[in-house]
């Protein structure tokens, strides 16, 4: 079954420390792999967009690493800001049984920065 | 940048009431989505459609149904609203069928089923 797991569920830190957000998936066939942040009560906005091929994209202070192999993408923050807090969605596209691309999202992880 | 523009953000409606939720986007793009969110369930493809006048059904079509009469509009439609339908609607374009296009998201409308 087509799955996108995502660790952990919500994470607190403190202003201007990184941190490291994961996502394990099963797609298979695999076409690529996006991150979206989402600010409470906005829709998802796109970070980062990779194909199997890349390994790492980076977005400003946000940068995505691709592991096709071991089927595991991370999206790393540095340098947090307060704008950071937000819901971090982690979405993999594959084919369904009839080979039509669909999306398969995480339930994402909701990032609080502290000042 | 593309836009994509839900015609409500908040919506309250009472049981049984027909709903209407209104999408458009401005980039001529080829393929409309409508998801809706839950916590703890992350986003679900209820309809889809990637042609005018076209739909298909995604993953939780059950007491929805859509309509696609011009390219750039995308309605979904709540037939008889019922509580179980409170939820976070998402609307979402895209270029092509292609999956390496990116997918651009309205800003959701919240609606409440009373």
């Known amino acids: 079954k087509n799955q996108v797991e995502q660790s952990p569920q919500s994470l607190i830190i403190l202003e201007g420390k990184n941190c490291t957000l994961q996502?394990?998936?099963?797609?298979?066939?695999?076409?690529?792999l996006r991150w979206y942040k989402q600010d409470t009560g906005r829709g998802p906005v796109s970070l980062t967009i990779m194909t199997f091929s890349e390994n790492t994209k980076s977005n400003g202070r946000y940068t995505a690493t691709l592991d096709a192999d071991t089927k595991q993408s991370s999206l790393h923050i540095t340098a947090s800001q307060l704008s950071d807090s937000a819901s971090y969605i982690c979405v993999v596209s594959g084919l369904d049984s009839s080979n039509t691309g669909k999306l398969i999202f995480g339930q994402g992880t909701t990032l609080q920065v502290k000042p | 940048d593309v836009k994509v523009t839900q015609s409500s953000r908040y919506l309250v409606k009472r049981t049984g009431e027909k709903v209407f939720l209104e999408c458009v986007q401005d980039?001529?793009?080829?393929?409309m989505f409508w998801y809706r969110q839950d916590p703890g369930l992350g986003l679900r493809l209820i309809y889809f459609s990637y042609d005018v006048k076209m739909k298909e059904k995604g993953d939780i079509p059950e007491g929805y149904s859509v309509s696609r009469e011009k390219k750039e509009r995308f309605s979904l439609i709540l037939e008889s609203a019922s509580t179980n339908q409170t939820s976070m609607y998402l609307c979402a374009s895209s270029l092509s069928k292609a999956l390496n296009y990116g997918y651009t998201f309205g800003s959701g409308t919240r609606l409440t089923v009373v």
């Open positions: 996502c394990n998936y099963t797609v298979s066939p695999f076409s690529n």
């Open positions: 980039m001529d793009h080829e393929n």
